[in-house]
């Protein structure tokens, strides 16, 4: 069975602030995708980050970037200088490198703060 | 926008009535995925379809069923609802079916209240 646990169920930081989202998973298997999905106030679930277990080299994206340690089961997700706009509730997600369905965590909310 | 449409957006209903939720993928996308996510259970994988077939099936309980259309459309319909199937109710699409190799884009949800 996998599981995803996202610990922190709510964050307040202040603009600008660096804000680091932690993300635990159990898996038995050893290839798999980890994902990162955000869900602003409007809803959606809006796409961030796929990264499969071959790799893990961190990633960066303009203020994102994620830390992939296979050794801890990690896949933490650090926003730089947070902004008014990060404010939403994020997802961690996991699946199997052959399967269909996602399984998410219960997701972190994000507040941010002008 | 991811370019995955949900219809309706909001939806109340009475219990024991039956609704219909649809979806249309993103253009060229054959794969189509619906989740629940409630209060209580999160996010939850309830089936997928390719091309029209059903490919895979989670949490899905006996009284929601779902079909993809030879458009490619799908629609989950959810019967002799109960005041615990009140939740947001999304539909994802990919190119290509399962995760493997494939982006999956969610839509922006229809929220079902039943009262």
């Known amino acids: 069975a996998q599981k995803v646990t996202q610990a922190q169920t709510e964050i307040s930081v202040v603009e600008k602030e660096d804000v680091t989202l932690d993300c635990v998973y159990e898996?038995?298997?050893?290839?798999?995708?980890l994902f990162w999905y955000k869900q602003p106030p409007s809803g959606e679930l809006v796409f961030l980050i796929r990264?499969?277990?071959?790799?893990?080299q961190n990633e960066i994206s303009g203020r994102y970037s994620w830390n992939f340690q296979k050794s801890t089961s990690s896949f933490n997700f650090t926003i730089t200088a947070s902004q008014v706009v990060d404010s939403a509730v994020y997802f961690c997600?996991?699946?199997?490198?052959?399967?269909?369905?996602?399984?998410f965590g219960k997701g972190t909310s994000l507040l941010v703060t002008p | 926008d991811s370019g995955v449409t949900q219809t309706p957006k909001h939806l109340i209903t009475a219990t024991g009535q039956r609704v219909t939720l649809r979806c249309s993928p993103r253009?060229?996308?054959?794969?189509v995925y619906w989740y629940q996510q409630s209060l209580d259970q999160g996010l939850q994988f309830l089936i997928q379809?390719?091309?029209?077939?059903?490919?895979a099936k989670g949490n899905i309980l006996e009284r929601f069923s779902a079909q993809q259309f030879p458009d490619l459309h799908s629609e989950l319909n959810l019967s002799s609802l109960e005041l615990g199937d009140s939740a947001l109710y999304f539909c994802?699409?990919?190119?290509?079916?399962?995760?493997?190799?494939?982006?999956?884009?969610f839509g922006e949800g229809s929220w079902l209240t039943v009262v």
């Open positions: 898996t038995r298997d050893t290839t798999y995708y």
């Open positions: 990264r499969n277990s071959f790799d893990e």
């Open positions: 253009s060229g996308d054959l794969s």
């Open positions: 379809y390719y091309n029209g077939e059903e490919r």
């Open positions: 994802a699409s990919s190119v290509g079916t399962g995760v493997s190799g494939n982006t999956i884009y």
């Open positions: 997600a996991l699946s199997r490198l052959s399967g269909y369905a996602l399984n």
